[in-house]
């Protein structure tokens, strides 16, 4: 059965020719009519397709809220004078928990207009600021939680030692994939007959966020990995989710699906390194959250022992074990002096 976006998209490529799956996965998830994260039905938690760590338990939001206390400190400024912008900040959960624990001047630019309104909602009573665009002079921080494996991606890979480019055809109603010349000159250390997928709007965003900041950090959490590990897989790291379920066919409940890839977190640093952002630190989400105190709280849980600490208990060791968020997420701070 047919659907708008895939009407969409198939009109446009048997008007103007294959597009790169960058294009493809854009409208797939973006489109503001029919775009995954235009939906009506919210994506995140247990009635949508994935869960974050902003929806295992309130902690995560006031552990980044303790952090942030302690970067204003490193600047030299007040809490009251240190600016935080979210990027894609989903259902606004980890925003209220932040806001909660500490009122910043708060920021969200938001690209769906579904999600904006959920924000709104969750935020009623805080002074939050949507906006479209990343300001100019900005003291403070620029954050992201599953912000980046959520950009679109062009997907190349290397045959007879020369990199293609994937782009997507259509016969009808049916999507395929063909190879072309790359759409943008790259070079990447993708293996013979390996597939990369490679965010080229990552390393844009990151220049983008040096030229926002006139002093502060840009702190990234996401799963990842660094050069080496991600050009290791060789059918690249493309994932899709409905209903909690994994599958690696984007050509399948399009609009009704997430797709996401993995971060190359090299790209995040090799691109601050060039605009002025240096790192600061690269942990693993269970490190991160282990500097900031987490453990002090999982010991005042088990000491509790009550059925609502132990409940409590489970959501934050999801947060941190390595089998789970704890091990397979990444925390990327960057400083701009």
């Not at 198939?10 to 294009?23: L, N, T």
């Not at 965010?199 to 990842?224: E, T």
Request: proline letters at 4%; aromatic letters at 10%.
């Amino acid at each position: 059965m047919t659907s708008p976006l895939v009407e969409f998209l198939a009109k446009r490529i048997q008007d103007h020719g294959p597009i790169s799956f960058r294009e493809f996965m854009d409208e797939a998830l973006y489109n503001p009519q029919y775009g995954y994260y235009s939906a009506s039905r919210n994506p995140v938690g247990k009635e949508g397709d994935f869960y974050t760590s902003s929806n295992l338990d309130p902690i995560f939001g006031q552990l980044l809220a303790r952090r942030f206390v302690a970067m204003a400190d490193e600047i030299g400024v007040l809490p009251e004078s240190f600016t935080v912008i979210e990027l894609g900040a989903g259902a606004g959960l980890l925003a209220l928990e932040i806001l909660r624990s500490k009122q910043f001047p708060y920021r969200i630019l938001e690209r769906s207009a579904a999600m904006r309104e959920r924000q709104q909602q969750a935020l009623q009573g805080f002074e939050v600021e949507w906006i479209d665009e990343l300001p100019e002079n900005i003291t403070g921080c620029i954050f992201s939680n599953e912000f980046f494996d959520a950009l679109p991606v062009h997907r190349y890979v290397r045959r007879n030692g020369v990199l293609r480019e994937i782009y997507v055809a259509c016969n009808e109603d049916r999507f395929f994939e063909i190879e072309d010349t790359p759409q943008v000159p790259i070079d990447a250390p993708v293996a013979e007959g390996c597939t990369a997928d490679i965010s080229l709007d990552a390393r844009d965003w990151v220049r983008r966020i040096a030229a926002c900041l006139k002093q502060g950090f840009h702190l990234a959490i996401d799963y990842g990995y660094l050069e080496r590990e991600f050009y290791a897989r060789p059918r690249g790291t493309l994932m899709c989710y409905w209903r909690h379920q994994l599958s690696e066919d984007p050509y399948t409940r399009i609009g009704e699906q997430d797709i996401t890839a993995h971060v190359n977190f090299s790209d995040l640093i090799e691109a601050g390194n060039v605009t002025s952002l240096k790192v600061s630190s690269l942990s693993s989400q269970m490190d991160f959250l282990i500097g900031l105190g987490i453990l002090e709280e999982i010991e005042r849980l088990v000491l509790s022992g009550t059925a609502e600490s132990i409940e409590h208990l489970q959501s934050i060791k999801k947060l941190i074990l390595p089998g789970n968020m704890g091990e397979r997420f990444k925390v990327l701070i960057q400083r701009k002096a």
